[in-house]
């Protein structure tokens, strides 16, 4: 989810750690005012972060979380979700109920159309289903990689669809979604 530094003096930087240590390599800084960090996964104190082509560690008491999206059944407002083989990206806009599909590999617009429904998992589960008329987007907080560089994401997605080269019939494309506060301009 996403975090802002806290209880940094002005002026100053929270270190971002190779490790989740104090002793751990210094691998690069966030400023005393950044806001919208997305962590991907805590443990003992330290929250996991992308940082310069890999993730790396940062203290959680030096971080304070405006709100927990998947806290109470929500779901974040914004997503950016993508995945490879084929190329694909979509954003979810909880905000306009829009949801946009895009074959990257081709670079065009697949489908941008309007949500039904989000759909809350049962039995404990914490996946979402984002509904939209031949697009069904399921997104999990679980640790995912994108298979191309280090980095981390803390949601894995299943994208649904009756789009695909040579005329619609279902396909299940697999990815990672983030976190994000803005999305690209449509």
């Given at each position: 989810m996403l975090y802002h530094v806290d209880g940094v003096a002005e002026g100053g930087v929270l270190n971002i750690r190779a490790e989740p240590a104090m002793k751990g390599e210094v691998i690069g800084t966030l400023d005393a005012a950044?806001?919208?960090?997305?962590?991907?996964?805590?443990?003992?104190?330290?929250?996991?972060?992308?940082?310069?082509?890999r993730t790396g560690w940062?203290?959680?008491?030096?971080?304070?979380?405006?709100?927990?999206?998947?806290?109470?059944?929500?779901?974040?407002?914004?997503?950016?979700c993508f995945g490879t083989e084929p190329f694909w990206h979509a954003t979810v806009?909880?905000?306009?109920?829009?949801?946009?599909?895009?074959?990257?590999?081709?670079?065009?617009?697949?489908?941008?159309?309007?949500?039904?429904?989000?759909?809350?998992?049962?039995?404990?589960?914490?996946?979402?289903?984002?509904?939209?008329?031949?697009?069904?987007?399921?997104?999990?907080?679980?640790?995912?990689?994108?298979?191309?560089s280090d980095y981390l994401y803390g949601l894995a997605a299943n994208l649904i669809t009756d789009q695909s080269p040579g005329g619609p019939r279902p396909r299940i494309l697999n990815g990672c979604c983030s976190v994000t506060n803005t999305l690209p301009h449509e």
């Open positions: 950044a806001r919208n960090v997305e962590v991907i996964e805590a443990q003992g104190g330290w929250g996991r972060i992308n940082v310069h082509e940062v203290a959680m008491r030096f971080l304070s979380a405006p709100s927990n999206p998947w806290r109470d059944n929500g779901t974040p407002k914004l997503l950016r806009d909880l905000s306009k109920q829009q949801l946009r599909l895009v074959n990257l590999a081709e670079g065009e617009v697949v489908k941008t159309q309007a949500i039904k429904h989000v759909v809350a998992g049962r039995y404990r589960t914490p996946t979402r289903a984002i509904l939209s008329d031949d697009i069904t987007l399921m997104v999990t907080p679980v640790q995912c990689s994108d298979g191309m």
